[in-house]
């Protein structure tokens, strides 16, 4: 089956600072990469997701490339604010069809911005 | 708030109790799920229901038995838990059905469970 490493498991940058968290996955037939951020006390959220038709995709401070070729993808936070520390988890669907339950997720990433 | 609400938000409970956690979505979606989250390991899929109808068990031990009355309720039954089940439960949903296009999953902010 799929298999997401995802690193670092810590990262702490300066506020104002760029944060890159970076993910490998085992299947090639994997299509679909989402993001979830997920804030203490509350589920994980969708922030931004990436189809393997697509090679970057950017949503204003947030944006995540993919290397069908590696497999390997990564999300880019530019200009931290405190707002964004979280726990950030990586996934990919392993499914041809990208059904949700086909969703393989990452360890996660703690995410801390110091000010 | 994401549409997907969970109750109760933290529950302790011996191995011997029966228990039950509760799941609602707001959101008109078609798909509904259960994971389970601990320390330091992936999010794991439990149990999924699409259209009312469970399309995938993914090996769960049978103390956990979910169940999906209509498709805005869902719900984990538990029953002579271990300690090693103490965990958060996160429900999700999504618009779609299993094998849609839109894999967009919507998670409710989970029950913290402890069991003693």
């Known amino acids: 089956g799929e298999n997401v490493e995802q690193h670092p498991s810590t990262l702490s940058v300066q506020e104002g600072d760029s944060a890159v968290i970076k993910c490998t996955y085992s299947?090639?037939?994997?299509?679909?990469f989402p993001w979830y951020k997920q804030e203490l006390g509350k589920g994980p959220q969708l922030i931004i997701d990436?189809?393997?038709?697509?090679g970057e995709k950017k949503d204003q401070r947030i944006a995540v490339t993919l290397n069908k070729t590696a497999k390997h993808f990564s999300l880019h936070i530019t200009e931290t604010q405190p707002e964004d520390s979280a726990v950030y988890f990586c996934a990919a669907s392993k499914y041809s069809g990208g059904g949700a339950d086909g969703l393989t997720f990452g360890k996660g990433t703690h995410l801390i911005i110091q000010p | 708030e994401t549409g997907v609400t969970q109750t109760p938000r933290h529950l302790v409970m011996g191995m011997t109790n029966k228990k039950s956690l509760k799941c609602e979505q707001h959101l008109g979606h078609n798909a509904m799920y259960w994971y389970k989250q601990s320390a330091k390991k992936p999010l794991e899929l439990m149990f999924v229901?699409?259209?009312?109808?469970?399309?995938e068990n993914n090996s769960v031990p049978s103390r956990f038995s979910p169940e999906c009355p209509n498709s805005s309720h869902l719900f984990l039954h538990l029953h002579t838990l271990q300690p090693e089940d103490s965990a958060l439960y996160l429900c999700a949903s999504s618009p779609g059905a299993r094998g849609a296009t839109n894999e967009k999953l919507f998670f409710g902010s989970g029950t913290q469970l402890s069991v003693l």
């Open positions: 299947d090639s037939a994997s299509n679909y």
């Open positions: 990436i189809r393997s038709n697509v």
């Open positions: 229901y699409s259209l009312e109808e469970r399309v």
